[in-house]
């Protein structure tokens, strides 16, 4: 089994900018799909985008929901184990706990297509 420990959340202005981390243990983070997901106050759990396992050098892809398109960007290390979110002109709508995710193979980005949860760290966007 992989553990995800999400980090790099906290308090920003609109417009700007924030990364968040996603290291696992356990282990090796190349193996799993990744994705982040989001959940709002009162709100279901929503995708966010997702990464293709790096097996295979030069084989990378990367998919995400057209709210954020343009916007944010997940990226892998592997050397660090950990896989990122960069999230730029965040809006107050982005305000949300962010959840890192993995799975063996690609089924769907439902949250239930995905086997292995971070505990979530909280984003707020102020206007």
């Known amino acids: 089994q992989v553990q995800l420990v999400e980090s790099g959340g906290g308090l920003v202005q609109a417009g700007n900018s924030l990364r968040l981390s996603c290291a696992a243990s356990?282990?090796?983070?190349?193996?799993?799909?990744m994705a982040w997901f989001r959940q709002a106050p009162g709100k279901e759990r929503e995708f966010v985008g997702r990464i293709s396992r790096s097996v295979f050098v030069g084989v990378l892809s990367t998919y995400y929901a057209d709210s954020v398109k343009g916007r944010f960007t997940i990226s892998r290390d592997n050397a660090e184990n950990t896989v990122y979110l960069q999230m730029n002109s965040l809006k107050p709508e982005d305000t949300a706990v962010y959840y890192c995710?993995?799975?063996?193979?690609?089924?769907?980005?439902?949250?239930?297509?995905?086997?292995?949860w971070g505990q979530g760290t909280q984003v707020t966007v102020s206007s």
């Open positions: 995710a993995a799975v063996d193979s690609f089924r769907g980005d439902r949250s239930y297509d995905y086997d292995y």
């Open positions: 356990g282990r090796t983070l190349s193996r799993y799909v």
